[in-house]
């Protein structure tokens, strides 16, 4: 779990400097600069993939919700989803 949060972080740290570079209308080259912190953030990424152990076979699925609907005989209509 420990590890877990210390990657978010990392990761949520990446992002911002990423999207603030992108915006940063004061560095010279914002392209380039953008592109430099993009190619960190896929390192890290790379490197965080291999920290952490793949799960066998497929993740679980949400439920999808059911709909049923009751008419009344004056016309209106009751939908309730669970």
Partial sequence: MIRADH???NLRRH???LAQAAV???LPHRAKATLQRAD???RFLD???GRFTPRT???PRTAL???RRWFSPWGWTL???W
């Fill in 47 to 49: 490197d965080l993939s």
């Fill in 24 to 26: 940063d209308t004061t």
């Fill in 40 to 42: 960190a953030l896929a």
């Fill in 65 to 67: 919700l059911t709909t």
């Fill in 57 to 59: 076979g497929s993740l």
């Fill in 79 to 81: 939908s309730v989803c």
């Fill in 15 to 17: 992002a911002e400097r």
């Fill in 7 to 9: 990657a978010r972080r």
